[in-house]
């Protein structure tokens, strides 16, 4: 195995590392914007809070709620990529390229389009169902045939139920171009615009999600062994794939409908914890949500930055971040199990 | 030798000659964005298709027998319904359906370069086609089409008239605020999910003409700009907003939200309850001549004055 | 005698190809805002009808009709290309990318340079981004040669990266070009008029057929690396050209009609259902089930929702996502 971290200590302090380093992205995100607050005021904001004061009504308000938002769907994202690529034995598994994505988008569309539903928290719930309908849809068709599961299989499944998604949008859209304005935004992704109080409920899903993966970290190191010696081992693979899909589904789905449509991060960030800690699944979910925390929380403050004032969707900078690592992973042929 | 048959043929001939001078004198050329259009008398069947040109065409009693359909408020803004709602629909102002035009045999179509460039060589085949530059400039197009359609005088007229009631607006409002005019006012649109500051455009061109000064950030040539996040509230402030959006209920909530954030009350136009709705057909979509004198009407009403 | 009977049948099959895709053409032409009927659609162009069509028919509807069959061709046999050098039967150019940067040119012009230069810049700028997405993918696929699988992977990724730059380019275009853009994006041939032909017209009329001399090469390709490399096929040099022939078909069939999806993967199916083996015949069944389809979906577009005329690139998708979802169900014993 090909990672750095060899014994337990090691991997102890870079991971007390990391998080010093996702507070610290945190605090920055909470002090960088239209106007750069400084760090004493961030620290007053959140610990003296004073109503008069502008600037910590800006960090308790609006940095805050997005701060959150990134840390949590960066997180989310970056775990669901990884659980992903246990399930499918595929390094190049992740929640954008398997049409999680559009099936938001579309159910988002179609509500604006029929039932004139363009409420944010609503909208967030339809954005959540709507990424669970297009896993299932891209898992059934990934799924048929005799070979089960393949790499090949899910990255076009995903390719298919994306274009599917997407062109049923396009077509809504076109015949109703004012919704198109509206839905732009969510296609691109932004941390922006939603409330601490309507995510809530998604925060407490993303939790419950992350637990159940690490329950079932010791199980997806038997799995990727291989299925037969799992199930030789006595382990009902069905019944663990069948919780995987679960997790993986809850976490991309609440990331979002928290912060629309990201890409990369679930493919790009297990990578990056595979080279610090290998494959061991206990190490790599923790490793991964905290990594995956921190990119999207600098991709967050450096979208702010570039064009002031107005914001580079998060989407398109994490597209643009992640394209070349992915390409770079195709060209050296990773595998899950190196 | 001049007998009977030879006289009647060169009066005929004369005839001929006088009246083809006549036609030829009502022929005239007139220069629009995508070059020279030779048009005939006095066109009886006119083919609008964009927003501002029917409402010009409502103004200077141009008889229409197309237009193409409103942004909101559909087929026809409630302002032109009553003139204008018999007029056939000819399709949407971005993709207006050739087809429906060619049947409607048309003698003028005004379009828009920013819209139509690309089908310009198609409808000049249907009927002579004059294109105004953008879709917004509601004088120039008033203009263009009182040439293009035979109706100068009544397009002088009309914009002589606007021209009156922008003078009297300035005297009075001058008169009324005194040292505090000219005041800075920003447009503002809410929509579902994002707020817009509108810099230069429809809505800014009548402002500036009106007098209204602008912030220093506002007076850039771009349409303006989207924000998405609260914090680039502090962007928008001026003396006065005024502020349009549609009529919707999440619409509402976003326009709620934003302005109950403390970075809004800050604002110079919030302290100074200088904050007006108004209405967007007016303000934005409509982008006419027409639509300009229901702006001024309301901008009368909200500083009360009198005319 | 076995040969005779099996030549004869394709060549019937073409000939009921060419039969209904006539008949496509002939009710273009009856249908749109006011009916013509078939009978006189054809007697018009018998010139029997003292000219009171020629403005409908001739300048309207005609040069659309030719154009969708032109770019569904175009599309089609791109398609029935890529397919053949990546032996995947879900590679098309809207996949792999291809489509996407043709999409990124045109946008980027459209939002930034149409109004200074005015819109007959648009098709150069779709093939520029063709050339220049497709030369990047090939350059990043490369690693002694290209392998399919490869090729496949960064296509997609590539595509994804260039997807994000339209919706950001969109996202930030001045209001007046995001819907145009949008409808761009869909796919749309409305407007077309003779010159729009005459400009599509040579790519089609010289690397069509330079597709079929090709098939030789295509023949050898599908028969997997290995065993073309023994039967002495240059691998790479054939990939390289033919991929260049796809590009080109693809990106000038974009440049002209817009983001259009799925024709690329759709008709070369359609073409290997019925039957042909050789890569010649099948690029004649693609030709015509490509452009057929097409014409059909720019009719519906077009019809539909009178007086709206919408972008056929929504029909086509609206068949075609479901129908890829099919394949992949079909071909699901095969990966």
């Known amino acids: 195995m090909t990672y750095i971290l060899r014994n337990q200590k090691a991997k102890m302090n870079m991971l007390l590392f990391l998080t010093f380093l996702l507070i610290t992205a945190a605090v920055f995100s909470l002090a960088v914007g239209q106007h750069f607050v400084s760090l004493t005021s961030v620290y007053r904001a959140i610990f003296s809070f004073d109503q008069q004061s502008t600037r910590h009504l800006i960090i308790r308000s609006t940095r805050l ?13 970056a775990v669901a990529g990884a659980l992903m690529q246990a399930l499918t034995g595929n390094p190049l598994a992740a929640p954008g390229i398997f049409g999680l994505n559009s099936g938001a ?17 609503l909208s967030i719930w339809l954005a959540f169902f709507g990424s669970m309908l297009a896993g299932l849809l891209v898992y059934f068709i990934a799924s048929l045939g005799r070979s089960g599961l393949s790499s090949l299989k899910m990255i076009l499944a995903g390719a298919a ?74 382990q009902k693979t069905i019944i663990i794939k069948l919780l995987l899909g679960l997790s993986i589904v809850i976490l991309a789905g609440s990331s979002v409908a928290a912060a629309g449509a990201i890409s990369f991060i679930g493919l790009v960030v ?21 990594i995956g925390a921190v990119l999207l929380l600098i991709a967050d403050i450096a979208a702010r930055i570039i064009i002031m004032p107005q914001e580079v969707p998060i989407g398109v900078m994490t597209a643009f971040m992640g394209a070349p690592f992915f390409v770079y992973i195709v060209r050296r042929g990773f595998k899950v199990n190196a | 030798m001049l007998n009977k048959k030879n006289y009647i043929a060169v009066l005929v001939m004369a005839l001929v000659l006088i009246l083809s001078i006549s036609v030829m004198a009502e022929t005239r050329v007139v220069e629009h964005a995508m070059g020279k259009t030779e048009i005939e008398g006095t066109p009886q069947r006119v083919v609008t298709l964009y927003q501002g040109a029917s409402d010009a065409a409502h103004a200077l009693d141009i008889p229409l027998v197309g237009i193409v359909e409103s942004w909101v408020e559909k087929p026809v803004y409630k302002y032109l319904r009553d003139d204008l709602s018999d007029v056939k629909q000819v399709g949407l102002e971005t993709q207006p359906n050739l087809e429906e035009i060619s049947k409607l045999n048309p003698d003028l179509i005004i379009a828009s370069k920013m819209r139509h460039e690309d089908i310009y060589n198609l409808l000049s085949q249907i009927a002579p086609t004059v294109m105004e530059e953008n879709v917004f400039r509601y004088r120039e197009t008033v203009k263009l089409m009182g040439k293009a359609a035979g109706r100068e005088e009544k397009a002088a007229e009309v914009l002589n008239n606007w021209d009156q009631r922008v003078a009297d607006f300035r005297e009075k409002i001058e008169a009324k605020m005194g040292e505090k005019w000219p005041i800075e006012v920003a447009v503002l649109n809410f929509r579902a999910d994002h707020a817009r500051i509108y810099y230069s455009g429809y809505a800014g061109r009548i402002l500036n003409e009106l007098g209204f000064e602008r912030p220093e950030d506002h007076k850039k040539d771009t349409w303006g700009v989207k924000l998405t996040s609260k914090e680039s509230i502090p962007e928008m402030n001026a003396e006065a907003f005024f502020i349009f959006m549609s009529d919707d209920q999440a619409v509402e909530n976003t326009y709620q939200e934003w302005t109950e954030h403390p970075l809004w009350q800050n604002l110079d136009a919030v302290q100074n309850e200088q904050v007006f709705r108004v209405d967007q057909v007016a303000w934005n979509m409509a982008g006419g001549i027409e639509s300009a004198h229901i702006m001024l009407d309301q901008l009368y009403e909200h500083f009360e004055l009198e005319e | ?92 150019p809207d996949i792999i990318g291809i489509t996407g940067g043709a999409s990124a040119g045109a946008i980027t012009y459209l939002s930034f340079f149409s109004a200074d230069y005015g819109i007959a810049g648009l098709p150069f700028a779709a093939i520029l981004g063709a050339a220049v997405v497709s030369a990047l993918i090939y350059f990043l696929a490369w690693q002694k040669g290209v392998s399919s699988i490869r090729l496949v992977l960064i296509g997609i990724g590539i595509a994804a990266a260039v997807d994000a730059l339209v919706t950001m380019i969109i996202v930030f275009s001045p209001i007046s070009t995001t819907v145009q853009s949008y409808v761009w994006l869909t796919g749309s041939i409305y407007g077309t008029n003779w010159e729009d032909l005459f400009q599509f017209l040579p790519w089609v009329i010289i690397f069509i057929p330079l597709a079929f001399a090709f098939y030789k090469s295509l023949n050898l390709l599908a028969l997997g690396d290995k065993v073309a490399a023994a039967l002495g096929l240059n691998i790479q040099l054939n990939r390289f050209l033919l991929i260049t022939i796809s590009v080109a078909l693809a990106g000038s069939a974009v440049a002209y009609a817009g983001g259009v999806a799925f024709i690329g993967l759709i008709a070369p199916h359609i073409a290997r259902k019925m039957g042909g083996k050789s890569y010649s015949i099948l690029i004649i069944y693609s030709v015509l089930s490509g452009g057929m389809i097409f014409m059909a979906a720019d009719l519906l577009a077009r019809t539909a929702f009178l007086p709206l005329d919408l972008p056929a690139g929504v029909f086509v998708s609206g068949i075609g996502a479901p129908f890829f979802i099919y394949l992949l169900y079909r071909n699901r014993n095969q990966f």
Do not use: C
């Open chain 1, 161 to 234: 139920v994306t274009a599917l998604f997407h062109s049923f949008t396009q077509g809504l859209l076109v015949i109703n171009q004012e919704s198109l304005e509206s839905v732009l935004f969510w296609l691109s992704g932004s941390t922006a615009g939603r409330d601490l109080e309507m995510i809530m409920p998604l925060l407490s899903f993303i939790l419950g999600a992350i637990i159940l993966a690490l329950i079932l970290a010791k199980d997806i190191n038997i799995l990727l062994i291989g299925e037969e010696m799992a199930a030789g081992l006595g």
């Open chain 1, 105 to 121: 988008v579309f159910l988002l569309v179609i509500a604006a389009t029929f039932f004139g539903v363009t409420s944010m928290e």
């Open chain 3, 1 to 92: 005698m076995l040969k005779n009977s099996k030549i004869s049948r394709e060549l019937i099959l073409i000939f009921g190809l060419i039969l209904l895709a006539g008949l496509i053409f002939i009710l273009s032409l009856s249908f749109g805002s006011s009916y013509i009927s078939p009978v006189t659609v054809i007697s018009h162009f018998l010139g029997l009808e003292a000219g009171s069509y020629n403005f409908t028919i001739n300048i309207l509807r005609l040069p659309r009709t030719l154009m969708a069959f032109l770019v569904g061709a175009a599309l089609s046999v791109s398609g029935l290309i890529l397919q053949a050098n990546i032996k995947n039967p879900l590679a098309s």
């Open chain 1, 65 to 77: 709620s997005r701060t959150v938002i990134a840390l949590a769907a960066g997180g989310s994202l």
């Open chain 1, 270 to 290: 297990p990578h990056i914890s595979r080279f610090f800690v290998g494959n061991n699944y206990h190490w790599l979910i923790i490793y991964s949500f905290i």
